[in-house]
């Protein structure tokens, strides 16, 4: 039996029109590979990677700041209200084998440095330039769905 990878998808909650369409891509292309998409359940690019995801037939799972799984948006298959605040963003990588920034703001600043010190995969599409080769970057969606799905098998 194959392991289901868990992939997150980071990025902006105010995320611009190409964000967007980016983050859709990625979540339809993680779904059609089988994997489960993890973000933080709100609006922006968790929005749009979690509509790629369903509409695609894949399982997205949303870990809330706040405590009303409500507050999660319409994409979100599973929401876990975690009352953390930003902090849930520890539990998001640390739930994920890889992740995948889109854009970025500060929260998915905080996402890509938990990852990397934990030593969680990271590809950035289009978002920070930061590290010392720890985080490797794509050019497309499909290409930042490869290199994660890839990093989470060999890790």
């Known amino acids: 039996m194959t392991a289901v990878a868990y992939v997150a998808v980071c990025g902006p ?9 980016r983050a859709e891509a990625v979540g339809a292309g993680l779904a059609r590979a089988g994997a489960v998409l993890v973000c933080g359940g709100l609006g ?18 949303g870990l809330l700041p706040g405590l009303d799984r409500a507050a999660a948006n319409a994409f979100v298959d599973v ?3 975690t009352g953390m605040g930003e902090l849930r963003n ?21 996402e890509i440095a ?15 330039d930061v590290g010392d080769g720890e985080i490797v970057r ?10 994660a799905l890839a990093a989470a098998a060999a890790s």
Not at 90 to 110: K, Q
């Open 13 to 21: 909650g105010q995320a611009s029109d190409d964000e967007l369409g």
């Open 79 to 81: 929401a876990i209200a």
């Open 138 to 147: 794509a050019g497309s969606p499909e290409e930042a769905v490869e290199l």
């Open 44 to 61: 922006g690019v968790m929005e749009a990677a979690c509509q790629g995801a369903v509409q695609a037939g894949g399982t997205t799972v």
């Open 114 to 128: 938990l990852a990397v010190k934990t030593g969680t995969p990271v590809v950035a599409l289009g978002s920070w």
């Open 90 to 110: 520890g539990l998001i990588v640390r739930t994920a084998d890889a992740v995948i920034a889109v854009g970025g703001a500060w929260g998915t600043l905080s």
